[in-house]
């Protein structure tokens, strides 16, 4: 087992800004472990220079560290094939692809199905299909803040092309059952996308089980430097595609009038990529893989055991939470209120309704309250705006947890809620 | 109790005791700002003579940078006129909480300022 109270010996930001920083926000983003930044200053120093085109010794050095930050990547999540990663931006970039290259093939009338706790990156690349008469529907939740399938089942139709669901919410942390969705869909004969951005970092990951056609996720939310992400892509199913983004690197022959493309991968990936994010990627694959994803998974359980026990305990008046109560179906994201404000529309007037001075801390200033006392939490809609209304919410409040978390740190951040309601109590 | 401690003072008791809270039967003028990222809404209610503001109340909900400021700027403009509430600037609105508050909640802070000037310009009271 690690050792999880040392963790933090391995990111010098800890080191950096001191015992009294507590980082609640890596669902957002992760920190760097040192193995990670090194990777990025080793590259720069010693093997920097661009990849796939040079003759030179220095290149192909360059070309054979990408080359193999995939294999990497793909191994980590039971890719077959690394052929089948393509490295992007983030799972935003992945996404987008997917919208583009698969809703060219779409008409007026199919269907995608989504989830209502999708973030904004599963829903906005689908809406702009909406111009050429694509219809989105949405699965419910139920009241546990669970994916409701039935609804799902529902929702499906014979028009139905896509089905693109989170396999973690970012706001509930409900871990959605993507295997048994991953079969309704495909009975259905659609392709069926997983948005991996929560889940990869924090479990055993295996498309292969999963029966995903896509997945996407992000590099920096799991110990990688921004500004590299993956898409998993069947590879029968890449090949059929058409490319997202012209330039170098994604074409065989260029003429005046036409050109071909490269082969899958290099096909999505236009432009000299992010060959040290790969790179950075790669070894903080090898950070996690070290550390066990199991393991990794139950600590993420374990934390958030700490927190419903230590939720019951403070007893903080007016407290609200949201998501799954079983740890066992619930990632390491806990999303809260002091007193709900619920969504409005403008075409209401607070006078008509009788609003009147309540018992509401707004999440604006439980984040503020909590920085002041060190502990970093994010507050809003989370890009999820269609979830936090569907909770009847306007935002959240929301600590995310990772491998450098400890039960110390769920301590601080109930300690400081409790100081945050007497703050603000009126 | 620093600086910072005693403007943070002041902004929570205007949070937790809004003066002018409530509603004005018959207004000259009423209308209501709305964030929708965060949830912050501040509703104005005027009573306007001889291009003075003879009365102000506002309601509202949100955090208490939004709410303390909208406290704290129906103080500052009861009995002035119309021309000096449309030509307060941003600035003095940030000064006047005089907290370092990142961009994010200066939008807060000028959410009640933006719906005071709406309201004034809806009545007809903005700059020709």
Not at chain 1, 282 to 306: K, P, T
Not at chain 2, 29 to 46: H, K, R, S, W
Request: one cysteine or more; proline letters at 5%.
């Amino acid at each position: 087992m690690p050792f999880w109270e040392r963790i933090k010996e391995d990111f010098p930001i800890f080191h950096n800004l001191g015992e009294n920083f507590t980082y609640l926000d890596s669902a957002a983003t992760s920190q760097k472990p040192y193995s990670v930044i090194n990777a990025l200053s080793d590259f720069y120093s010693r093997h920097n220079s661009n990849v796939h085109r040079g003759i030179y010794r220095l290149s192909e050095e360059a070309t054979d560290l990408y080359g193999r930050s995939r294999e990497n990547v793909s191994r980590f999540i039971g890719s077959s094939d690394p052929r089948q990663i393509v490295f992007v931006r983030n799972t935003t970039e992945a996404l987008n692809l997917l919208a583009y290259s698969l809703g060219h093939d779409l008409v007026e009338g199919d269907e995608i199905l989504l989830t209502i706790m999708e973030h904004h990156s599963n829903i906005v690349p689908w809406q702009f299909l909406q111009e050429k008469g694509v219809r989105i529907k949405y699965a419910d939740i139920r009241e546990d803040g669970t994916l409701d399938m039935d609804d799902l089942a529902s929702k499906i139709s014979p028009r139905t092309k896509i089905v693109s669901v989170t396999h973690v919410s970012n706001v509930l942390g409900t871990i959605n059952p993507v295997a048994e969705i991953g079969r309704i869909a495909h009975d259905n004969g659609s392709i069926f996308i997983v948005d991996g951005a929560q889940s990869v970092p924090h479990m055993p990951v295996d498309v292969g089980r999963i029966g995903c056609d896509f997945m996407a996720f992000s590099g920096h939310k799991m110990l990688g430097p921004t500004g590299i992400g993956c898409l998993y892509g069947r590879i029968d199913l890449l090949e059929k595609m058409r490319p997202f983004m012209g330039g170098g690197e994604m074409i065989r022959e260029v003429y005046t009038d036409h050109s071909t493309w490269a082969d899958v991968p290099e096909k999505f990936e236009a432009g000299t990529p992010d060959i040290a994010g790969a790179i950075g990627l790669s070894a903080a694959v090898d950070y996690l893989r070290n550390l066990g994803m199991e393991n990794v998974r139950d600590h993420g359980r374990e934390l958030m055991r700490i927190t419903f026990s230590l939720e019951s305990e403070a007893g903080i008046p007016g407290l609200i939470s949201y998501g799954p109560r079983n740890p066992d179906i619930r990632g390491p994201v806990y999303a809260f209120n002091i007193g709900s404000i619920h969504p409005m529309s403008v075409e209401e007037s607070l006078a008509d309704r009788g609003v009147g001075l309540g018992t509401v801390v707004h999440p604006h200033d439980v984040a503020s309250t909590l920085d002041g006392k060190g502990v970093a939490v994010r507050s809003g809609h989370h890009c999820a705006m269609p979830l936090t209304h569907r909770i009847n919410a306007v935002a959240t409040s929301r600590a995310s947890y990772y491998i450098y978390n400890t039960p110390e740190d769920v301590r601080r951040l109930f300690h400081s809620l409790e100081h945050t309601v007497k703050v603000y109590s009126r | 109790m620093t600086d910072e401690e005693e403007r943070m003072e002041v902004l929570l008791d205007h949070y937790r005791s809004p003066h002018n809270y409530g509603k004005i039967e018959n207004p000259t003028a009423e209308l209501m700002e709305y964030n929708p990222v965060c949830g912050d809404t501040v509703q104005i209610f005027l009573i306007v003579e001889n291009r003075k503001i003879r009365e102000i109340k506002f309601m509202g909900r949100g955090c208490s940078v939004s709410q303390g400021s909208a406290s704290m700027l129906t103080d500052l403009v009861g009995g002035k006129t119309v021309d000096e509430a449309m030509s307060i600037a941003p600035e003095q609105i940030v000064d006047m909480i005089g907290l370092p508050l990142g961009p994010s909640r200066e939008k807060c802070a000028l959410l009640p300022l933006n719906a005071l000037q709406k309201c004034l310009k809806k009545a007809g009271f903005g700059k020709v």
